[in-house]
């Protein structure tokens, strides 16, 4: 019993310290130094595409409904799992729960008491609530940007301030970004289910993975 304690109580804060220091340095490389990372390098070049927009350009401007629709396409996609698995989860809830026994004399698979089979379903469900929320959101942000960047066109009396305009368009897919990333963050805590280590290996591949992908390899900032 002391072993199963001590896998749940010392793994899953582990795991999800991993996960959020994880993700406190990304945010602090992209606030010190954004060219080290692919999203701060991709803020800037919206940036500059977004002044490209906002001169009239109908190139431009068919450009911008492309790529904003691919945003949307995604973040749809994003929400739409994450609403989804978390339904299923609910539904599967009391069925796994019944069959909970099967795994109380397996030590690795961590401790099935009531609380813990309760927080481990908990915090799975919180992560993918919050990632539909920030999807959802998302969604409405990046729909506006889209109406306000094609309404500025012919008639300047009707066109919005750029500023605030690019300020919707940022909030858009920073929002999309933070529920792309609640979703996977959800992933290795609906493992818990199997016990708290598939839970620290799966967030330690997850953080590695998220490396690679969040940040500019070395070389290619040396030759920039």
Not at 76 to 99: E, F, M, P, W
Request: aromatic share 12%.
């Amino acid at each position: 019993m002391g072993l199963i304690l001590y896998l749940d109580t010392v793994l899953i804060p582990l795991s999800l310290f991993l996960i959020l220091g994880y993700h406190a340095y990304l945010w602090q490389s992209f606030k010190q130094k954004p060219s080290t990372t692919k999203i701060g390098l991709q803020k800037l070049t919206r940036k500059t595409w977004f002044l490209d927009i906002k001169q009239g350009d109908d190139k431009n401007g068919m450009l911008a409904v492309q790529s904003l629709r691919n945003t949307l396409m995604t973040t749809i996609l994003t929400a739409s799992i994450a609403i989804l698995v978390n339904l299923s989860l609910a539904a599967l809830t009391n069925n796994t729960y019944n069959a909970s026994h099967l795994f109380n004399n397996t030590e690795i698979f961590g401790s099935q008491s009531g609380r813990i089979y309760a927080l481990k379903y908990g915090l799975a469900s919180l992560f993918l609530l919050v990632s539909f929320l920030c999807s959802s959101m998302a969604l409405g942000y990046l729909i506006d940007a889209n109406f306000l960047i094609n309404a500025s066109g012919d008639h300047e009396q009707f066109s919005s301030d750029p500023a605030y305009t690019q300020n919707i368009f940022e909030r858009g897919f920073g929002l999309a970004f933070m529920g792309n990333r609640m979703l996977c963050i959800a992933f290795p805590m609906l493992l818990w289910m199997f016990g708290p280590l598939p839970v620290a290996l799966s967030s330690a591949a997850l953080v590695w993975g998220l490396y690679e992908l969040d940040f500019v390899p070395v070389n290619n900032i040396n030759a920039n």
